[in-house]
């Protein structure tokens, strides 16, 4: 199962630097036979390295950004403000109705963005 975690933080109890948006997508949606390619990971994906693209490439910079990644798993961190915000809900959003159609294969749990 791929599941998917977004954390926003407020600035209050985690420092001066003000709040943070925390994304996290881990696993395969196992919905395709093994060794088959799977459109539910793909379409996770695609999702997942769009936010990490469209943080990358805003005009300004994303007050620190972050990424990694190790097989299986992408995670996403940066400084939340408008921009940055509209990109994490536009990928809650497809990842949830990702999960909508897969329930037995992606899990979205996400804070109010």
């Not at 199962?1 to 709040?19: N, S």
């Not at 943080?55 to 940066?78: A, D, Y």
């Not at 990702?98 to 749990?109: E, H, N, S």
Request: hydrophobic share 45%; net charge negative.
């Amino acid at each position: 199962m791929t599941e998917v975690v977004c954390r926003h933080t407020d600035g209050g109890a985690h420092g001066p630097d003000g709040a943070w948006f925390d994304f996290t997508m881990e696993g395969h949606a196992g919905f395709a036979a093994p060794g088959q390619p799977d459109i539910v990971c793909a379409a996770c994906s695609a999702i997942g390295y769009a936010l990490l693209g469209a943080l990358e490439n805003m005009e300004g910079p994303v007050r620190g950004l972050q990424s990694w990644e190790k097989e299986g798993m992408l995670h996403i961190r940066c400084g939340a403000d408008r921009a940055a915000q509209a990109c994490f809900r536009m990928a809650v959003i497809g990842l949830m109705q990702v999960a909508a159609q897969y329930p037995a294969c992606v899990r979205v749990t996400a804070d109010a963005l």
